[in-house]
């Protein structure tokens, strides 16, 4: 394993992307000809170099990216210096720091969408796109986060998700709540999930898919930003912003959206855990003793500000008629088992009755037949003697007749 892979080893998926695009973009500055990453990065802490000098070309040449962005490259290479025992004095990231604090708010103009452009737009979307948006519009959740739950990771009976540690931003474990709308988004997805694996797998030519994908989300982030965009441009809100091409309304707007109206019902503090911002959530916590019944109390009293459909009420009437639905189904079912049961015993009984009138007739037609049975038994017995046989059984009857005479 070289350097490189060896560095990016240490972080999850998402710091491992961003970080790996930053350094890429650092060595194209040191060194534009065409050459491996990874050769450039050994190259790079072989030669004696001016850091300084290069990170300071590095940051100029970044300079009209978003500020998050051009940060996070920058620490990117600073991480990957200090990682190899190149550490640059204090006093000059404190420097490079105050020349970017002029770029320290987002230059892109994000659109939170209204409760009427949210349902528009998610049901433009495919089933996987409507389970997927409508849970982390209704939990607060990253879409990263999202992409990495297992089934196991949701109590559907209320309505709760465990975040685990290593799926987290901040690498803390966090509960956070969804409504019964993406519920019910969710079971459908689930039952039509091994389906969507199959079709996948038989499509997936160029880079195979493998049909044992236990996510709740089987697919890579480029496809679920790939039914975002393609949702967003049929509704007419694929604006760009002007200075940086981003789109304005993008999956991390249903964060602000989830803050701005669940904070309205409930303290910003309860909100903020729930999104998962790490000061917020330690305080939470540890305000709360028993924070799974607290924090369910609290984000159902607010849930109905995260419904973008149906209300909370027709959600529930909609459940309960689902649920009488199926009991009616159930009970048919029984009816119609019993139904059959109780033919069958019918035509079983018309079998015995006519297997016993035929028996009683059977019976009778022996019983007429049974003196010429006899008879002829009698007479072939008789056949086979001959005269001179039957003149002495014949005379030997008479003599017994006499003695019982006498």
């Not at 992307?17 to 350094?23: E, F, N, P, T, W």
């Not at 040449?61 to 025992?85: D, H, Q, R, W």
Request: with cysteine.
């Amino acid at each position: 394993m070289g350097k490189l892979e060896r560095f990016l080893s240490q972080f999850g998926k998402n710091t491992c992307r961003s970080y790996k695009l930053g350094l890429n973009k650092f060595f194209q500055t040191v060194d534009p000809q065409p050459s491996p990453l990874t050769l450039k990065a050994e190259n790079y802490l072989n030669e004696k170099r001016d850091y300084e000098g290069d990170i300071l070309n590095f940051n100029q040449s970044i300079a009209n990216l978003p500020p998050k962005s051009s940060g996070l490259y920058i620490t990117a290479v600073k991480m990957f210096l200090m990682e190899y025992g190149i550490e640059l004095p204090n006093g000059f990231w404190k420097k490079l720091q105050r020349r970017r604090k002029g770029r320290s708010k987002a230059l892109t103009l994000d659109k939170v969408l209204s409760k009427v452009e949210l349902k528009k737009l998610i049901d433009l979307m495919p089933l996987n796109g409507k389970a997927l948006y409508s849970l982390m519009l209704s939990s607060g959740m990253r879409i990263g986060e999202a992409l990495e739950l297992m089934p196991s990771d949701i109590d559907f009976e209320n309505r709760m998700i465990k975040l685990r540690a290593e799926i987290t931003k901040t690498h803390e474990p966090r509960i956070t709540f969804f409504t019964e709308e993406a519920k019910n988004y969710v079971l459908d997805w689930m039952r039509y999930k091994p389906e969507y694996m199959k079709k996948a797998v038989a499509r997936s030519a160029r880079y195979p898919k493998k049909l044992e994908d236990d996510r709740l989300f089987p697919f890579v982030p480029q496809v679920a930003y790939q039914i975002w965009k393609t949702a967003l441009s049929k509704t007419g809100n694929g604006e760009r912003d002007p200075t940086t091409k981003r789109l304005r309304v993008h999956p991390h707007t249903l964060r602000k959206y989830f803050r701005a109206m669940l904070s309205t019902v409930i303290s910003v503090d309860v909100v903020e855990a729930l999104m998962g911002h790490s000061g917020y959530l330690t305080e939470v916590y540890r305000k709360y003793p028993d924070p799974e019944k607290t924090l369910k109390e609290l984000y159902q009293s607010g849930e109905h500000t995260l419904i973008i459909g149906e209300t909370l009420d027709q959600i529930r009437m909609k459940t309960l008629e689902e649920q009488l639905r199926e009991k009616s189904l159930i009970i048919e079912a029984l009816k119609t088992r019993e139904k059959g049961k109780e033919e069958e015993i019918q035509t079983l009984k018309a079998q015995l009755q006519a297997l016993q009138s035929q028996q009683n007739t059977l019976s009778l037609m022996m019983e007429e037949a049974k003196p010429y049975i006899d008879r002829a038994k009698m007479v072939a017995v008789i056949d086979a003697l001959g005269p001179e046989a039957i003149d002495k059984l014949t005379d030997e009857i008479l003599q017994r007749i006499e003695k019982k005479k006498k």
